[in-house]
């Protein structure tokens, strides 16, 4: 066992986690059954010529999570295997069948929430009980309205690696996107203002904006992104507040905006004194290459205000999402956050910020995307076996959602009806329309459906669009329909 065991002193997960992995693999993998024995602590730090507390830290930790127990002056031993299956990451095909019964059966590609097996529950917990024997009551005192500082330095060190320096004095930390958005809205929105948004976009945010009774006004978004000469247009003859936007794997399109398009709409930020709010959902799942790069990135005059939560890359029920803001914004923002619920969780943010420093959240991330990377590989090849050929879309590479334009003919109203009966939850693309809602359009998401569940909802979706097509084409070809002459 100790011959496989390899401890990388370069990497930045630390050492008695790397130790804790490498061991619960073994277990998982049945390499170490029931009731063997570790080496002794002395004896494996002398074999990967490290400290024994590293040792006796990954030790603990298994013991903590029920993996292995302890005889004192015999050492420490792996759990039987009847004791530990439920504390186990579930197989793939487990964790499957799992979803399919929590699902009671309802293939959901209407949701962008998260499948519960994805949640790393096993290191919450331990980071939960590590933040509560630290701070003991502290945890669940008052919290300042900007966020625990520790958490704020976390976050900033985190987002360098998107290219992204800015000081922990810039970030501000809210309880959830939505709340992000509300907060934003409160500081920057009166009555009759103008706010320009994505045509369609996010429902929450412009239920947020329409809260504040201003104009909204909605820019086409094409496959490369917004249509600039359009906005160009209408910024010569508004000024709007804020331009709200998604450029990368858009909600609920997955359109990505390019380089030359990020960096052709922050020049015309810069010419017309355009406020642009990023909100940066799940930029990081990009399963064709490196994550895309945001606007916040390019941003060399401070034109945008980045928003990020971490619902759907950790727990969506934390709602705990982070703003980076430009400096003359700070007061206002922090005020508006203050006014509507003085401060976030602290002890979640105590949490995280112990996530950030113990814990590896590139493998956090990995395994994500490896998970929805094989969900989408699914779909991509369900679409292109089940569906019509008139049916029209893109392959996004990345993000949890993809956009369907389906024939004229199609009523989307009757299609949803009738798939739910089948067993399956579609997205109607009215939901996403401020105005003029484009009525043949339908979003389906990989986020809460598994590689089975993909496979049989499309078929089911392919099956139902052939029935309507055929319907509509018996319509318009039946002898007894036509008019007398």
Known sequence: ??????????????????????????????KLQAHDKLPSIRRLAEELQVNTVTIV?????????????????????????????????????????????????????????????????????????????????????????QGYLPLRESIAQYVEKYQIEIGSEQIQIVSGAQQG?????????????TVFVERPTYPGAISAFKSRKVELIDIPIEKDGLNLKKLE??????????LYLMPNFQNPTGYSY???????????????????????????????????????ALDMEDKVIYLKSFSKLYMPGLRLAFMIIPS???????LSKYLSDIFTDGLVQRVLDLYFRKEDW???????KEKYSQRYQVMITALKKYLPSDI???????????????????????????????????????????????????????????????????QRLGQRLKEELEEEKDYRFDDSLMPLV
Request: proline share 5%.
């Open 258 to 296: 390019s380089l030359d398009k990020k960096k052709e709409l922050l020049n015309l930020a810069d010419q017309y004194e355009l406020l642009i709010i990023e909100d940066d959902c799940v930029s990081d799942l990009s399963y064709l290459g490196q994550p895309r790069k945001s606007l916040k």
């Open 57 to 145: 830290n990954g030790y603990n930790v298994l013991e903590e999570e029920g993996l292995v127990y302890k005889k004192v002056g015999s050492g420490t031993f792996v759990m039987p295997n009847e004791e530990i299956k439920d504390k186990l990451e579930p197989s793939k095909e487990e964790s499957d069948e799992l979803e399919l019964k929590k699902r009671e059966g309802i293939i959901n590609f209407g949701t962008v929430a998260p499948s519960p097996s994805l949640f790393p529950i096993q290191s919450f917990k331990r980071l939960l009980n590590q933040v509560l024997d630290r701070d003991q009551g502290y945890a669940f005192g008052y919290q300042k309205s």
């Open 181 to 193: 958005l509300d907060v934003l809205a409160k500081t920057f929105l009166d009555y009759g203002d």
């Open 362 to 368: 590139q493998e956090q991330l990995n395994c994500l």
């Open 392 to 458: 029209d879309y893109i392959e996004p590479e990345g993000g949890l959602n993809l956009w369907l334009k389906l024939p004229q003919q199609i009523s989307v109203s009757k299609l949803h009806k009738t798939l739910r009966k089948d067993g399956v939850n579609i997205a109607p693309g009215a939901l996403f329309y401020h105005t003029k809602p484009r009525k043949n359009r339908i979003r389906l998401s990989i986020a809460a459906v598994t590689c089975q569940q993909i496979e049989t909802g499309i």
């Open 233 to 242: 247009k209408l910024l010569k003859r508004y000024k709007p507040k804020f």
């Open 328 to 334: 003359s914004y700070c007061e206002d923002i922090l």
């Open 1 to 30: 066992m100790i011959k496989t065991i390899q401890l990388e002193k370069e990497l930045t997960k630390p050492l008695y986690l790397q130790l804790y992995s490498q061991i619960k693999r073994l277990i998982e993998e049945r």
